[in-house]
């Protein structure tokens, strides 16, 4: 039998874990953390549940299909719940927008913000509908491996004018300016500038409408605990607590994963699931090929960190949904002050989670969990000291929260903590302290991102937010679907 090591157990990581071991390669995964989970990381304090993210599901095919390859049913070990709205935006003065998949009651809400642009909303979901076809169901599970790749999906990107953004996409269908944000800020999910992320990216409308937005009963860690409870029950077997340290090669291979611990095995192949440029600069530091790929990976551009306030209140709110946008004054001049100037605004638009809305075992009885959440620059671009500078924004956020949804917030409070960039860089090694990796412009996008293989070491593999297609849930359960693709064809 062959043996696959995967380090890493974000979801990328699990759901490759899960194909390989499937396919009958033994696998073992290895992770960093105490918990599993990457990103979707959680925290269980005074009675409530914290998830550190992603906590919006969508496409849960591409999960089921994970449990399927085995004649296994997601739902031995994961309950998906539906959210409904997806999200409700919010602006200053006071206008609400209820986002779904119900599309009377979409066009309602459309034509209460402005009728005239609901003819502009129908060209914009057929435009919507193609990119998906092309960029997702085509493209978001196939390996590009070599330049001619990119140049045979050409034509389509070309067709579907990939050059331009998202937001002046969504302009040229739709003219009042609630509406092209309500309409083009989805791609701030994925670590992506809506003006400036390829217009490709509009799919997601269309992966939401068809497959509509889900949560998993507990907690998006819940569905990380069912991942690898299947993988396990498929006789796969997980390292917890004890970071890789180096991959070692011999010629054009790698052969063996040494971990901090002294565990040290070798392996027929290896993937990482790591960020992309602790994978080359410091898990492949003894490699020419990992000093000569960490310096060209450094020079790009990276997507935004985040900086993010969980807390838990005393009381029941049915009236806030499980996703609220709480949009600030501006929109562009924002944008282009994280992702362009690199500085703290004194304004900010707000992602405000409520997941004991949906799911009130996130929290005591009588009681509720929530984040609040906004982008911030990476630290690459903004390095400050986020010790002084973290209770400082928690205060600004938590006052704006009060402001706008809970008058008596404070004395509501029962436990409070923040995430910050220094955080992202300290528990994942992730460059800059990125919450998404590589930036999703198009000149970063499927052959110009991470390759699923690398082009050098024969049997080492990427998976994850930093390759093909991207980050997200159905991004980084993507890519382990092209990269186990590669993987099993070449160990047979």
């Known amino acids: 039998m062959k043996r696959a090591c995967v380090i890493g157990a974000g979801f990328g990581g699990l759901a490759?874990?899960?194909?390989?071991?499937?396919?009958?390669?033994?696998?073992?995964?290895?992770?960093?953390?105490?918990?599993?989970?990457?990103?979707?990381?959680?925290?269980?304090?005074?009675?409530?549940t914290f998830d550190a993210g992603p906590t919006v599901i969508t496409d849960p095919a591409?999960?089921?299909?994970?449990?399927?390859?085995?004649?296994?049913?997601?739902?031995?070990?994961?309950?998906?719940?539906?959210?409904?709205?997806?999200?409700?935006?919010?602006?200053?003065?006071?206008?609400?927008?209820d986002y779904s998949n119900d599309d009377s009651a979409l066009q309602r809400e459309i034509a209460r913000i402005s009728a005239e642009d609901l003819a502009g909303y129908d060209e914009f979901q057929r435009y919507a509908a193609a990119v998906y076809e092309e960029g997702y169901v085509k493209l978001g599970h196939v390996p590009?491996?070599?330049?001619?790749?990119?140049?045979?999906?050409?034509?389509?990107?070309?067709?579907?004018?990939?050059w331009r953004s998202v937001y002046s996409m969504v302009s040229s269908f739709m003219k009042n300016e609630k509406?092209?944000?309500?309409?083009?800020?989805?791609?701030?999910?994925?670590?992506?500038?809506?003006?400036?992320?390829?217009?490709?990216?509009?799919?997601?409308?269309?992966?939401?409408?068809?497959?509509?937005?889900?949560?998993?009963?507990?907690?998006?860690?819940?569905?990380?605990?069912?991942?690898?409870?299947?993988?396990?029950?498929?006789?796969?077997?997980?390292?917890?607590?004890?970071?890789?340290l180096h991959v070692h090669t011999l010629g054009d291979r790698a052969s063996e994963v040494e971990t901090a611990?002294?565990?040290?095995?070798?392996?027929?192949?290896?993937?990482?699931?790591?960020?992309?440029?602790?994978?080359?600069?410091?898990?492949?530091?003894?490699?020419?090929?990992?000093?000569?790929?960490?310096?060209?990976?450094?020079?790009?551009?990276?997507?935004?960190?985040?900086?993010?306030?969980?807390?838990?209140?005393?009381?029941?709110?049915?009236g806030i949904p499980h996703h609220t946008i709480l949009f600030g004054p501006r929109y562009k001049g924002l944008l282009d002050d994280i992702y362009g100037h690199g500085v703290l605004p004194q304004d900010f638009s707000?992602?405000?989670?409520?997941?004991?809305?949906?799911?009130?075992?996130?929290?005591?009885?009588?009681?509720?969990?929530?984040?609040?959440?906004i982008p911030v620059?990476?630290?690459?671009?903004?390095?400050?000291?986020?010790?002084?500078?973290?209770?400082?924004?928690?205060?600004?956020?938590?006052?704006?929260?009060?402001?706008?949804?809970?008058?008596?917030?404070?004395?509501?409070?029962?436990?409070?903590?923040?995430?910050?960039p220094r955080d992202f860089t300290l528990d994942l090694s992730a460059f800059h302290g990125s919450a998404f990796s590589l930036e999703p412009i198009l000149t970063q996008s499927a052959w110009f991102r991470g390759h699923n293989r690398d082009d050098k070491i024969r049997n080492f593999y990427l998976v994850g937010a930093g390759t093909h297609p991207g980050a997200g849930i159905p991004g980084v359960v993507g890519s382990a679907k092209a990269t186990a693709r590669l993987m099993l064809e070449d160990l047979r």
């Open 377 to 420: 620059a990476h630290r690459g671009k903004l390095p400050i000291d986020w010790e002084q500078v973290g209770p400082l924004l928690e205060r600004r956020i938590l006052d704006e929260v009060g402001r706008r949804l809970i008058p008596d917030l404070d004395d509501r409070i029962v436990t409070k903590f923040h995430y910050s």
């Open 144 to 162: 590009f491996l070599d330049f001619t790749s990119m140049i045979r999906a050409a034509p389509a990107l070309a067709r579907h004018q990939a």
């Open 179 to 244: 509406l092209r944000e309500a309409f083009s800020f989805h791609t701030l999910l994925v670590g992506g500038n809506p003006m400036t992320t390829s217009a490709i990216y509009a799919l997601i409308h269309k992966l939401e409408k068809d497959g509509g937005v889900w949560w998993a009963k507990g907690g998006t860690n819940r569905l990380v605990a069912g991942m690898v409870r299947h993988f396990e029950r498929l006789g796969g077997t997980v390292r917890m607590h004890d970071p890789v």
């Open 16 to 48: 490759l874990a899960i194909r390989l071991q499937a396919s009958g390669v033994e696998t073992t995964l290895v992770e960093a953390r105490d918990k599993p989970g990457g990103r979707a990381y959680f925290w269980e304090r005074d009675g409530f």
């Open 350 to 373: 707000i992602y405000l989670h409520h997941p004991t809305v949906t799911d009130p075992s996130m929290a005591p009885p009588g009681k509720s969990t929530f984040y609040a959440l």
């Open 261 to 318: 611990s002294g565990w040290r095995e070798r392996f027929d192949a290896v993937a990482s699931n790591a960020d992309i440029v602790h994978t080359y600069r410091d898990l492949l530091s003894e490699t020419s090929r990992g000093g000569q790929m960490a310096g060209k990976l450094m020079r790009k551009r990276y997507s935004p960190s985040l900086f993010v306030v969980h807390f838990g209140i005393e009381g029941s709110w049915p």
């Open 62 to 97: 591409c999960l089921r299909e994970l449990w399927q390859l085995s004649g296994h049913d997601m739902a031995e070990d994961v309950t998906l719940m539906p959210v409904m709205p997806f999200y409700r935006l919010n602006w200053p003065d006071g206008v609400n927008f």
